[in-house]
């Protein structure tokens, strides 16, 4: 089945301590990107990347890292996290920009 | 910069009646692409009907439609025979064509559906 994998699907953390999400697709995508959901906001882009090696930042890119060694890989790192980043998270790929994309299932991530 | 407005952020129907979802975007791109998104309390994100900007026809998926107006920049969402399993949270949705962003979705607020039985 063609979907996009996240984990954890819950996380509560303390503030400061380092975490990953991981994300990963199995359709071959090249694109991929990070979205921040929050309530009255909806969601936002933190980070993208266009292919392996090639990230840049979107618009809420503070306090969040990015890696794309694999094609298929795009986990998200926040190095020391903190209560304002608590959010719904969610990974998504794309083949092409007409069909839009495809979303993980999301991340309830809980900074205390 | 593009933004995505959806002025109503709750909205009730009764099961088996129509429904339409306002969204009105603000864009000086003339090649872009909209989409509307559907959020369950499960809270998986789901496609629900995609638009590309210069297609004049307006996009139909089984009992969903859109009223793509493009002059007045408006992308409304209209669900036919609503039933229980399409009360969710949607989000419209902008992407402008050739994106350098890798095709960044810009989202509105989102509106709160209710189907009742």
């Known amino acids: 089945e063609a979907q996009v994998t996240q984990n954890p699907r819950y996380l509560i953390t303390v503030t400061g301590k380092k975490l990953t999400v991981t994300c990963s697709q199995n359709?071959?995508?090249?694109?991929m990107s990070w979205y921040r959901q929050d309530p009255g906001l909806g969601l936002r882009q933190i980070y993208y990347?266009?292919?392996?090696?090639?990230?840049d930042k979107g618009d809420v890119p503070e306090g969040y890292k990015v890696s794309r060694k694999e094609k298929r890989n795009f986990p998200l790192i926040l190095e020391s996290p903190s209560p304002n980043q608590t959010s719904l998270y969610f990974c998504?790929?794309?083949?092409?920009?007409?069909?839009?994309?495809?979303f993980g299932s999301g991340t309830r991530l809980t900074v205390v | 910069a593009q933004t995505v407005t959806q002025s109503q952020p709750e909205m009730s129907v009764q099961e088996a009646e129509t429904v339409t979802l306002s969204c009105t975007y603000d864009?000086?791109?003339?090649?872009?692409?909209l989409f509307w998104y559907k959020q369950p309390p499960s809270r998986q994100m789901i496609l629900v009907i995609r638009?590309?900007?210069?297609?004049?026809q307006n996009a139909t998926e089984n009992r969903f439609s859109v009223n793509f107006q493009k002059a007045a920049k408006s992308f409304s969402l209209k669900i036919s025979d609503s039933q229980l399993g399409d009360t969710a949270m949607y989000f419209c949705?902008?992407?402008?064509?050739?994106?350098?962003?890798?095709?960044?979705?810009?989202f509105g607020q989102g509106t709160e559906l209710s189907v009742k039985p």
């Open positions: 990347s266009m292919n392996v090696e090639v990230t």
């Open positions: 949705a902008f992407m402008k064509q050739r994106d350098n962003q890798g095709g960044k979705l810009i």
């Open positions: 359709m071959n995508h090249e694109y």
């Open positions: 998504a790929s794309n083949f092409r920009q007409a069909y839009g994309y495809t």
């Open positions: 864009t000086s791109e003339n090649n872009y692409y």
């Open positions: 638009q590309e900007a210069y297609k004049q």
